[in-house]
């Protein structure tokens, strides 16, 4: 029956176009918003990755307590009535037992990688101009396993941190802030003791001013000792082998220590509420775009059908069952589909790659340029849901036609 | 074996209104039928019944020996294709086809379109409208499109053709020529051939006539 749908969709060339086109508005109008959508979903997702891994372990705020205090000033036997019970929080957030961590985070299969990090704030000068950082000092080696961000290096590499020796990568607002360049030396100072001398070895510009304005990393046995603390670690970011095992591992490691444990998600909290929203949203419009092109379909459909009835009552007299007859119009709407929702895919790719090489007058990560995906879920998505509104729409009609008999139509020619 | 109606009744509505009463009638193999009488009479009705298209309110009917109320929708289809032959008052052509196409419809439902094109354009030839085989029906005259349909309905070889005033719609001339077609297919292949007409003198170049008078076979025709 292709053939005769075929024949019978080219007969009236100007009501196939219109739905084909009909179907390839809607079909393009989903690759536009969701490749806006989801190249705004990665470039968020990246660049909350680059600060929170799969699983952030870091060390929870305690409070003072009596207990904890009172065998550090009286023995057992003293009975110790304060007139002013011990309160506050204990000093910076740090993990209790990171070689603990080190040791678990070795042995799990699922865990591709881990890496520590030590944050302290500080402030960096050079010549007269000062600067407050928030100081990270990483295992270079490690970190670049676990986040994306040496991709953002702008000058100089997160490895020239291996090692140590007083090497410090600095974010491109801090660098334009204090007027320094790469190769520049820059002091640093946390409060303790006198400023040290710091050789600044990269640059980094994540193209986001919250970040790129306040960022310093050093090696992290660096910044420890800068700290006076060796050995202290504040977070670990892990890396798993699967994203999606995040909740379950950070449910399960929470059981083994004091230490927070979050999964990426969990962090995240308010992000993905925002993915929530979002794909409500497009699956509303999406919705709302493929019931209009499936009215179309319907439409005309059934439209041709009435038009064709003398026509579908010589093909059942000649022999053509109420199958055959299903199959010419759903045929019918599943050619539309197929033909709309390939051409609104190209439509869809076309106007998005405008959109794309549209310059900016700010920055999107990396370049001025919309983030758009080209994921091709996307185009699977759009498909599928085009030819499912064609089939419906077509269906109804489609069965009807299929249980016109013969003598019905030919009484009803009369 | 041909065709048998026993005590066939046909009555539409509520309360339902009798069009035929009780006929009992057979038609042989071979034989061309006319069925003819005034409008109302009920000889399109049982040309409907007879031809599969409809079943009688009570009685029997059997074709070729069998009954159609006894078939699945799909045995019923086929016995049509391969069986049966129908030519209406209106062509009923389809008008994105061409002739020929539309001559290859049967056919085409049986996979056969590839072994019965030469067949077919003999055929167009034989009714005088070879030319038309690659024309729409838009560009074919009344009486050209009605011996496509014919054509149509006479590939497939059937062993029984029902024509429903296939001459209804056409001038004298063409009329004229639509009845030669069918006396010439009755003659030569010995075809079962039921037409229904209500001009006598087409119903009289039939074999025998049935004349149906308020849905009863009138005693001095049959």
Same mark, same amino acid.
């Given at each position: 029956?292709?053939?005769?749908?075929?024949?019978?969709?080219?007969?009236?060339?100007?009501?196939?176009?219109?739905?084909?086109?009909?179907?390839?508005?809607?079909?393009?109008?989903?690759?536009?918003?969701?490749?806006?959508?989801?190249?705004?979903?990665?470039?968020?997702?990246?660049?909350?990755?680059?600060?929170?891994?799969?699983?952030?372990?870091?060390?929870?705020?305690?409070?003072?307590?009596?207990?904890?205090?009172?065998?550090?000033?009286?023995?057992?036997?003293?009975?110790?009535?304060?007139?002013?019970?011990?309160?506050?929080?204990?000093?910076?957030?740090?993990?209790?037992?990171?070689?603990?961590?080190?040791?678990?985070?070795?042995?799990?299969?699922?865990?591709?990688?881990?890496?520590?990090?030590?944050?302290?704030?500080?402030?960096?000068?050079?010549?007269?101009?000062?600067?407050?950082?928030?100081?990270?000092?990483?295992?270079?080696?490690?970190?670049?396993?676990?986040?994306?961000?040496?991709?953002?290096?702008?000058?100089?590499?997160?490895?020239?941190?291996?090692?140590?020796?007083?090497?410090?990568?600095?974010?491109?607002?801090?660098?334009?802030?204090?007027?320094?360049?790469?190769?520049?030396?820059?002091?640093?100072?946390?409060?303790?003791?006198?400023?040290?001398?710091?050789?600044?070895?990269?640059?980094?510009?994540?193209?986001?001013?919250?970040?790129?304005?306040?960022?310093?990393?050093?090696?992290?046995?660096?910044?420890?000792?800068?700290?006076?603390?060796?050995?202290?670690?504040?977070?670990?970011?892990?890396?798993?082998?699967?994203?999606?095992?995040?909740?379950?591992?950070?449910?399960?490691?929470?059981?083994?220590?004091?230490?927070?444990?979050?999964?990426?998600?969990?962090?995240?909290?308010?992000?993905?509420?925002?993915?929530?929203?979002?794909? &409500?949203?497009?699956?509303?419009?999406? +919705?709302? @775009? #493929?019931?209009?092109? !499936?009215?179309?379909?319907?439409?005309? %459909?059934? =439209?041709?059908?009435?038009?064709?009835?003398?026509?579908?009552?010589?093909?059942?007299?000649?022999?053509?069952?109420?199958?055959?007859? &299903?199959?010419?119009?759903?045929?019918? +709407?599943? @050619? #539309?589909?197929?033909? !709309?929702?390939?051409?609104?895919?190209? %439509?869809? =790719?076309?106007?998005?790659?405008?959109?794309?090489?549209?310059?900016?007058?700010?920055?999107?990560?990396?370049?001025?340029?919309?983030?758009?995906?080209?994921?091709?879920?996307?185009?699977?998505?759009?498909?599928?849901?085009?030819?499912?509104?064609?089939?419906?729409?077509?269906?109804?009609?489609?069965?009807?036609?299929?249980?016109?008999?013969?003598?019905?139509?030919?009484?009803?020619?009369? | 074996?041909?065709?048998?109606?026993?005590?066939?009744?046909?009555?539409?509505?509520?309360?339902?209104?009798?069009?035929?009463?009780?006929?009992?009638?057979?038609?042989?193999?071979?034989?061309?039928?006319?069925?003819?009488?005034?409008?109302?009479?009920?000889?399109?009705?049982?040309?409907?019944?007879?031809?599969?298209?409809?079943?009688?309110?009570?009685?029997?009917?059997?074709?070729?020996?069998?009954?159609?109320?006894?078939?699945?929708?799909?045995?019923?289809?086929?016995?049509?294709?391969?069986?049966?032959?129908?030519?209406?008052?209106?062509?009923?052509?389809?008008?994105?086809?061409?002739?020929?196409?539309?001559?290859?419809?049967?056919?085409?439902?049986?996979?056969?379109?590839?072994?019965?094109?030469?067949?077919?354009?003999?055929?167009?030839?034989?009714?005088?409208?070879?030319?038309?085989?690659?024309?729409?029906?838009?560009?074919?005259?009344?009486?050209?499109?009605?011996?496509?349909?014919?054509?149509?309905?006479?590939?497939?070889?059937?062993?029984?053709?029902?024509?429903?005033?296939?001459?209804?719609?056409?001038?004298?001339?063409?009329?004229?020529?639509?009845?030669?077609?069918?006396?010439?297919?009755?003659?030569?292949?010995?075809?079962?051939?039921?037409?229904?007409?209500?001009?006598?003198?087409?119903?009289?170049?039939?074999?025998?006539?049935?004349?149906?008078?308020?849905?009863?076979?009138?005693?001095?025709?049959?």
């Amino acid at each position: 029956m292709l053939y005769l749908a075929i024949r019978q969709m080219l007969s009236r060339k100007k009501q196939t176009s219109l739905i084909v086109l009909g179907i390839s508005f809607g079909t393009m109008i989903y690759i536009i918003v969701a490749g806006l959508q989801f190249g705004f979903r990665e470039y968020l997702t990246e660049q909350l990755l680059n600060n929170t891994a799969h699983v952030l372990i870091k060390g929870s705020e305690r409070d003072l307590s009596e207990k904890e205090l009172r065998p550090r000033f009286f023995d057992e036997s003293t009975l110790v009535r304060w007139i002013v019970p011990p309160a506050g929080k204990r000093d910076e957030v740090r993990l209790v037992n990171p070689q603990g961590w080190f040791q678990r985070l070795e042995e799990d299969p699922d865990v591709l990688a881990y890496a520590p990090r030590f944050s302290i704030n500080g402030i960096v000068s050079q010549g007269r101009y000062r600067h407050s950082v928030s100081i990270t000092g990483i295992d270079p080696v490690k970190q670049i396993k676990v986040t994306s961000l040496e991709d953002y290096m702008e000058k100089g590499s997160l490895m020239e941190l291996d090692g140590g020796g007083s090497k410090i990568v600095l974010g491109s607002g801090v660098l334009e802030t204090i007027g320094a360049k790469v190769g520049d030396t820059v002091r640093l100072s946390i409060g303790l003791g006198e400023p040290r001398p710091y050789r600044v070895v990269g640059s980094i510009h994540l193209g986001n001013e919250q970040f790129d304005k306040v960022m310093a990393l050093g090696n992290i046995h660096d910044i420890q000792t800068l700290n006076l603390s060796p050995g202290r670690v504040s977070e670990i970011s892990v890396a798993l082998t699967d994203i999606n095992l995040s909740h379950e591992k950070a449910a399960l490691w929470s059981l083994f220590s004091r230490d927070e444990v979050q999964g990426w998600e969990e962090a995240n909290a308010q992000f993905m509420q925002m993915i929530g929203i979002q794909d &409500l949203m497009r699956a509303i419009l999406t +919705g709302a @775009i #493929l019931l209009v092109a !499936g009215f179309g379909i319907y439409n005309v %459909l059934s =439209i041709m059908i009435s038009q064709k009835k003398k026509e579908i009552a010589i093909l059942r007299s000649i022999g053509y069952g109420p199958n055959r007859i &299903l199959e010419l119009f759903l045929g019918q +709407g599943l @050619i #539309l589909g197929f033909i !709309g929702a390939l051409f609104g895919i190209l %439509l869809g =790719i076309g106007v998005n790659l405008i959109i794309g090489s549209i310059e900016l007058s700010f920055e999107v990560g990396k370049s001025n340029h919309l983030p758009i995906s080209f994921a091709p879920s996307i185009f699977a998505t759009a498909f599928a849901a085009a030819l499912i509104a064609a089939v419906i729409a077509s269906f109804l009609p489609a069965f009807s036609a299929s249980k016109m008999t013969p003598l019905d139509i030919i009484r009803e020619e009369m | 074996m041909g065709i048998v109606g026993k005590n066939v009744v046909k009555q539409f509505g509520s309360p339902p209104m009798v069009i035929l009463h009780g006929l009992d009638l057979e038609i042989e193999d071979g034989e061309f039928v006319s069925i003819s009488g005034r409008s109302g009479s009920g000889k399109s009705t049982l040309l409907y019944l007879l031809s599969t298209l409809d079943n009688p309110s009570d009685g029997v009917i059997e074709i070729d020996g069998v009954s159609p109320q006894k078939m699945t929708v799909n045995e019923l289809h086929r016995f049509r294709n391969e069986k049966i032959g129908f030519i209406f008052q209106f062509h009923y052509l389809l008008p994105e086809l061409t002739g020929l196409e539309n001559v290859l419809l049967g056919p085409r439902n049986l996979g056969l379109e590839k072994q019965k094109k030469d067949e077919a354009l003999a055929l167009l030839d034989q009714l005088e409208v070879y030319k038309q085989a690659n024309k729409f029906p838009s560009e074919m005259s009344g009486g050209e499109q009605q011996r496509v349909a014919i054509a149509r309905a006479l590939i497939l070889s059937p062993k029984y053709l029902f024509a429903d005033e296939p001459t209804g719609n056409l001038d004298s001339v063409s009329g004229n020529k639509v009845m030669s077609i069918l006396e010439e297919t009755s003659q030569n292949n010995n075809m079962t051939i039921v037409l229904v007409t209500h001009e006598r003198d087409y119903a009289a170049r039939a074999n025998r006539e049935i004349y149906l008078v308020d849905g009863r076979i009138s005693e001095n025709y049959s």
